[in-house]
């Protein structure tokens, strides 16, 4: 429809010449247009806009006089063009997608509107004049094209998604994941390409969008009444959710704004991620069964494969919540509470079991000499609970920006009692050669009755009696300590190399050397002072400082001990016993 400078000259002088009026000329280029229009040419709408505006005004009597001649003919020929213009604006307004695609003028579906408020205020007026009040209104005949709209539009789409198009079928979850996506783009580029058009129109606009959303928020209800009805829990259909949800909060599409769709969503899902986590926490309750049952607790292992897979799973679950962004503050509590219910069951669950298989490898350890190991599993358990002993607070105390819901539950505090308690029974077991030494030490004390036979014999082999086959001696035996100091290296060599963490390995060195402290000193205290014989507080000299050079060997500094008042009372009490013993060989 669009002529030269040169070509619109021509056509003038043509109609001067010819006596063909302006009006007609008008009537004729709009026929044009309207037969090229649905014959699928693309027509410019400003210059049928042009010659639908000056018609008008010709047949309305509101051009000059010398231009406002009408005949029968062209008055018929009007009203004839404007309902073909009526249905030709309908058909584009209606497939506005299709039919101003994004290299069009921007201005294009612009002037269309223009075009289509000017021809419905003639039919409505001839409406009007003939009794019809039905839908009396540009906007509301406007906002119903838009509506139809976005039921072709949503068609469009579905129809990619599943290849038929129909409405009665319900979707399978990757089909509605796909759905989803499709219009959050299809969303996009409406409020990026034709917003600006619909400016003037803004509620017919909000209208044509509404009516979008509806129509996939059917689609949504019915996959989950099939998935409900099914008796299927599926975590895919929650991308549904998140993929609706975060366009919704990026346009500020919320309740507050109007926007109903965002809160049908949230009540249409809140089952689905509800039964979701009780499925979750079922799985991870079945699969740590079957992990646990089947547990080796390899050596050198920072974190056995059954407590690392529960760590995984919870971390998961805590970050779809998260990543949910659920925008009802009051639902995203609730969400967080059961998300740290289930963190409190399966975490107090690791913790027992491997207490309980603490137990099963201690008691299996049946050797109790100075020949003893610890069975290095021990230590695969203890580095494992330090590792979920942190990884519980990351979980229930998360540390960032978000505003989280204050934990109330004692897992944490379970966790770090069966800790400390893993490290207790480590120190008692490996302190059992300390135990037997100084069992062999009490053979020497001066109250012992063995200890009173030695004076007896020794007293008779001195005086160089002799009875047949009797060897005194050979009733007691001598002290073990090079057994007990080989013993002793070993399971400190153990613990540096088998216990990873650096901290529970500094714990564990520390419980053990209290407890060390703790045996002898009060194995001391059951005896008197100055009652010690020379092999008894030579040994508890020799023992005392095998174990504090050893500790210290182990990269320990003295520093980082949190008491040595025990030791500092055992090291005064030997020299004691040694200063009396001298004293006293003195005065002999």
């Given at each position: 429809?669009?002529f030269?400078?040169?070509?619109?000259?021509v056509l003038e002088e043509?109609?001067?010449?010819?006596?063909?009026?302006?009006?007609?000329?008008?009537?004729?280029?709009?026929?044009?247009l309207?037969?090229?229009?649905w014959?699928?040419?693309?027509c410019?709408?400003?210059?049928?806009?042009?010659?639908f505006?000056?018609?008008?005004?010709a047949?309305?009597?509101k051009?000059?006089?010398h231009l406002s001649?009408v005949?029968c003919?062209?008055?018929e020929?009007?009203?004839?063009?404007?309902?073909k213009?009526?249905?030709?604006?309908?058909?584009?307004i209606e497939?506005?997608?299709?039919?101003?695609?994004?290299?069009?003028?921007?201005?294009d579906?612009a002037v269309?509107?223009?075009l289509f408020?000017s021809?419905?205020?003639v039919?409505?007026?001839?409406?009007?004049?003939n009794g019809?009040?039905?839908?009396?209104?540009?906007?509301?005949r406007?906002d119903?094209?838009?509506r139809?709209?976005?039921?072709?539009?949503?068609?469009?789409?579905?129809y990619?998604?599943?290849?038929t198009?129909?409405?009665n079928v319900?979707?399978?979850?990757?089909?509605l994941?796909?759905?989803?996506?499709?219009?959050?783009?299809?969303?996009?580029e409406?409020?990026?390409f034709?917003l600006p058009d619909?400016?003037?129109f803004?509620?017919?606009?909000?209208?044509?969008?509404e009516a979008?959303?509806?129509?996939?928020e059917?689609?949504?209800?019915?996959?989950l009444?099939?998935?409900f009805?099914?008796d299927?829990?599926?975590?895919?259909v929650l991308?549904?959710?998140?993929?609706?949800n975060?366009?919704s909060?990026?346009?500020?599409l919320?309740?507050?704004?109007?926007?109903l769709?965002?809160k049908?969503l949230?009540?249409l899902?809140?089952?689905?991620v509800?039964?979701?986590?009780?499925?979750?926490?079922?799985?991870?309750s079945?699969?740590?069964?079957?992990?646990?049952?089947?547990?080796?607790?390899?050596?050198?292992?920072?974190?056995v494969?059954?407590i690392a897979?529960?760590?995984?799973?919870?971390?998961?679950?805590?970050r779809?919540?998260?990543?949910l962004?659920?925008?009802d503050k009051?639902v995203?509590?609730h969400?967080?509470?059961?998300?740290h219910?289930i963190?409190?069951?399966?975490?107090q669950y690791?913790?027992?079991m491997?207490?309980?298989?603490l137990?099963?490898?201690i008691?299996?350890?049946?050797?109790?000499?100075?020949?003893?190991?610890?069975?290095?599993?021990i230590?695969?358990m203890?580095?494992?609970?330090?590792?979920l002993q942190?990884?519980a607070?990351?979980?229930?105390?998360?540390?960032?920006?978000r505003?989280?819901?204050?934990y109330?539950?004692?897992?944490?505090?379970?966790?770090?009692?069966?800790?400390?308690t893993t490290i207790?029974?480590?120190?008692?077991?490996a302190?059992?050669?300390l135990?037997?030494l100084?069992?062999?030490?009490s053979?020497?004390?001066?109250?012992?009755r063995?200890s009173?036979?030695?004076?007896?014999?020794v007293?008779?082999v001195t005086?160089?009696?002799?009875?047949?086959?009797?060897?005194?001696?050979?009733?007691?035996?001598?002290?073990?300590?090079e057994?007990?100091?080989?013993?002793m290296?070993?399971?400190l060599?153990?613990i540096v190399?088998y216990?990873?963490?650096?901290k529970?390995?500094?714990?564990?060195?520390?419980?053990?050397?209290?407890l060390?402290?703790?045996?002898?000193?009060?194995?001391?205290?059951?005896?008197?002072?100055c009652?010690?014989?020379?092999?008894?507080?030579?040994?508890?000299?020799?023992?005392?400082?095998?174990?504090?050079?050893?500790?210290?060997?182990?990269?320990?500094?003295?520093?980082?001990?949190?008491?040595l008042s025990?030791?500092?009372?055992?090291?005064?009490?030997?020299r004691?016993?040694c200063s009396c013993?001298?004293?006293?060989?003195s005065?002999?």
């Open positions: 429809g669009l030269s400078p040169a070509q619109n000259y043509y109609c001067q010449r010819y006596g063909i009026r302006s009006v007609f000329l008008h009537l004729v280029t709009l026929s044009e309207v037969a090229r229009e014959a699928g040419q693309s410019d709408p400003v210059v049928m806009l042009s010659s505006s000056y018609c008008r005004m047949i309305g009597g051009m000059p006089d001649v005949t003919q062209n008055d020929m009007y009203h004839g063009l404007c309902g213009i009526e249905k030709l604006v309908h058909h584009r497939h506005f997608r299709s039919c101003f695609p994004f290299a069009c003028p921007k201005s579906l269309t509107l223009k408020c021809v419905t205020e039919m409505l007026t001839e409406e009007g004049a019809d009040l039905y839908n009396c209104s540009v906007v509301d406007l119903n094209l838009l139809k709209a976005a039921l072709q539009s949503y068609r469009s789409l579905l990619l998604v599943s290849n198009g129909d409405d319900p979707l399978t979850v990757p089909q994941i796909a759905l989803a996506e499709l219009s959050v783009e299809y969303m996009c409406l409020h990026e034709f619909f400016s003037e803004s509620l017919a606009f909000k209208s044509h969008v979008f959303w509806s129509l996939l059917v689609d949504i209800a019915a996959t009444k099939e998935l009805q099914a299927i829990s599926s975590g895919e991308k549904v959710f998140y993929e609706l975060q366009y909060l990026a346009q500020n919320t309740l507050s704004n109007g926007f769709f965002h049908n949230q009540q899902f809140l089952p689905v509800v039964q979701y986590l009780s499925a979750l926490n079922s799985d991870i079945r699969d740590l069964q079957k992990l646990f049952s089947v547990e080796k607790w390899p050596q050198k292992c920072p974190c494969a059954s897979a529960c760590l995984e799973a919870l971390y998961s679950i805590q779809m919540i998260n990543e962004q659920w925008p009051d995203s509590c969400l967080q509470q059961r998300c219910a963190c409190d069951k399966q975490l690791c913790a027992n491997a207490m309980v298989q137990d099963v490898v008691n299996e350890s049946v050797s109790c000499g100075f020949d003893m190991r610890l069975p290095r599993q230590f695969s203890l580095c494992s609970l330090y590792h942190e990884q607070t990351k979980l229930l105390h998360p540390i960032d920006d505003e989280m819901v204050d109330q539950g004692d897992t944490i505090s379970i966790i770090e009692e069966s800790y400390q207790s029974k480590i120190s008692d077991k302190s059992l050669p135990k037997l100084l069992q062999r030490l053979q020497y004390d001066a109250s012992h063995l009173k036979l030695k004076k007896i014999f007293s008779f005086c160089e009696w002799s009875l047949p086959c009797f060897h005194p001696i050979q009733y007691f035996s001598a002290i073990p300590v057994d007990y100091v080989q013993c290296s070993l399971m060599e153990d190399q216990c990873y963490k650096h529970a390995q500094q714990m564990l060195l520390q419980k053990w050397f209290e060390q402290c703790g045996l002898v000193q009060a194995w001391l205290k059951q005896r008197p002072d009652s010690l014989c020379p092999d008894q507080y030579q040994t508890i000299s020799i023992i005392m400082k095998c174990i504090h050079s050893r500790l210290l060997g182990t990269g320990i500094m003295e520093d980082q001990f949190d008491d025990v030791y500092n009372l055992i090291c005064d009490r030997i004691m016993e013993s001298e004293l006293m060989y005065k002999h």
